[in-house]
Structures are given as structure tokens and as C-alpha cells.
């Protein structure tokens, strides 16, 4: 009772913050974003996480107030994307136009018309959120392999928003199937692949062990698909351009061995992008737990 109970405040409060911000203008909502990621930064919210990792993927790059700068640029970005996630069941029905810029995506419209999966390979940078409902929104049946969120309630809320925005939702460890099925009925399987994984390769990522999933490289040999990394990089508050890379081909039925090979690409591609928009990446995850043992 007391969990059913707590399970209905929690709603009741996602549901009046999301009607709050949606009836807020986009220049109101842009500086309440960026200052609530300044509050999280001056309370130290996984700060030393977050400059821990800074200083060690990109120390040799800045000075320490480059990183400093930095780092909070990075937490007004986390408070602006809080704000949008609120936004995006109503952003979808305007025009697309209007929030994203798509200068090119006729690689994309190529490999559709092939009638072949896409393995969408993606980041925790800029707008992973929006990303995979503007693939849904654009016309492409997409499937994302989601992690469930440990609170329950938050976790329901949130892929009914996914789902109202056109995006089928898999769980990551229980959806495997459904993950064959998606890439063989030549639809986009969206891959989030640069967080640690439990059991996955170890590789280096900024030249440091860092444990890679697998899934993206396995699917796409074992099912003839091509992957296509994408992102959605920020420009202002509800305002992004979608970048779209170059497809890999992969042979089929790779060797464990040589699905290491092709991971390193997607790490390589991972970083480039993070080292072009540093303040865009999410630092406070702890990605760097295969150096530890872990």
C-alpha cells in the first residue's frame, strides 16, 4: 500500500512538472535549464565523477579552466536536457524544421531503400532522446534497446513518453529476440553504445580500459545490417543538428576477434565526437570501471 502509494506522488509530481514547463515559453524554459545545471554543479552533484573523468580523457588537450569551463557548460547542457525530455511530447507535433536542423540524410533514405536493417549507433551526447523520436517521427520504424531506470514509476513514465513519440522499446538484457527480429524485418534497431558494460570487450577508451558492448557490431554481422552512427547535437536550447557518419559494412559471422576490431571504429567515432563537443558528453557516468577491477 505505502509503495502504491509513493508510486502515485511520484507521478503526480512527474506529470504537474511536465505541465508546468510545457506551458512555459523556450527562452523561460532555456535559462531554467541552465541554471538548474549550475545548482547541480555548485552541489556538487557527481562533480568529482565528472572531473575526474574531464581531467583524464581531455587533460591533455585543456588547462584547467578550460576544463572548468567545461564542466559547467556541461551541466547547463544537463539541465536543459532535463527540461526538453518534458517538452518532447508536444515538440513532435509542430514542425520538425523548427528544432532540428537535417542538412543530409540521404544516407540514411539509401540504406532504408536497400531494405536492409540499421544498427542506429549512438552516444550519451547531445539529445539521445530526441534522437530516436525524430527517427520515429521522420518515418523510420525504430526500436531502441532501452535500460530499465531503478525507479519503477519514473521508468513507466518514461517510456510512455518514448512510445507516445513513435519509439518501440526492448529491454537491454531481455531483448535480444526482439532485437534479430527488428534488424530481419529491415527496420532501425538504436543502440546506445558508449556506457560500461558488465561482461562486455575491454577496449581503450581515451587511453584508458573501458568495457564496450558488443551488441551493435554482433547484430549487424549476424543479420546483414549496416551501422550508421548518428547524433543530435545541441545548438541552443530546443535546437539541434542531426549529424549522420559514414555506414560500416560489416562481413557476416565475425570472429570474436574481429568483432574487436570493428568496436574499436565505433569507440574511435565515439571519441572523435566527444573531443568536438566536450561539453555535450555525459561525465558524470562512471565509465571507466574496467580499470578498476570492476
Do not use: C
Amino acid at each position: 500500500m505505502i509503495n502504491r502509494l509513493k508510486k502515485i506522488i511520484l507521478l503526480v509530481i512527474f506529470y504537474l512538472i511536465y505541465s508546468i514547463i510545457n506551458l512555459l515559453p523556450n527562452l523561460v524554459n532555456k535559462y531554467i535549464g541552465k541554471a538548474l545545471g549550475l545548482v547541480f554543479y555548485h552541489l556538487k552533484l557527481r562533480r568529482k565523477v565528472a572531473e575526474e573523468n574531464l581531467t583524464r580523457a581531455l587533460g591533455e588537450y585543456y588547462s584547467g579552466r578550460e576544463l572548468t569551463e567545461i564542466l559547467k557548460n556541461y551541466y547547463q547542457h544537463l539541465g536543459q536536457l532535463l527540461l526538453e525530455f518534458f517538452l518532447m511530447n508536444g515538440l513532435w507535433q509542430g514542425n520538425l524544421a523548427e528544432f532540428v536542423e537535417i542538412s543530409d540524410k540521404s544516407i540514411l533514405d539509401e540504406i532504408s531503400q536497400r531494405e536492409q536493417g540499421i544498427v542506429i549507433y549512438s552516444a550519451h551526447l547531445g539529445n539521445w532522446e530526441w534522437l530516436a523520436a525524430l527517427l520515429a517521427q521522420l518515418g523510420f520504424p525504430l526500436t531502441a534497446i532501452a535500460k530499465e531506470q531503478s525507479l519503477k514509476s519514473f521508468n513507466f513514465a518514461l517510456n510512455k513518453f518514448r512510445e507516445k513519440a513513435g519509439i518501440n522499446i526492448t529491454d537491454h538484457r531481455m531483448g535480444v529476440r526482439k532485437a534479430y527480429k527488428t534488424l530481419r524485418e529491415n527496420e532501425l534497431l538504436y543502440i546506445l553504445g558508449d556506457q560500461h558494460a558488465p561482461g562486455g570487450i575491454v577496449l581503450d577508451f581515451f587511453d584508458r580500459p573501458a568495457s564496450v558492448f558488443r551488441g551493435a557490431v554482433h547484430l549487424a554481422s549476424r543479420t546483414g545490417a549496416a551501422i550508421l552512427p548518428v547524433f543530435l547535437i545541441r545548438q541552443d536550447f530546443a535546437s539541434y543538428r542531426l549529424e549522420i557518419d559514414s555506414p560500416l559494412w560489416l562481413p557476416e559471422e565475425l570472429s570474436k576477434a574481429e568483432e574487436k576490431r570493428w568496436l574499436k571504429k565505433l569507440v574511435r567515432i565515439t571519441e572523435n565526437k566527444i573531443k568536438e563537443y566536450p561539453e555535450q558528453w555525459t561525465w558524470t557516468h562512471r565509465r571507466w570501471k574496467a580499470d578498476r577491477g570492476k
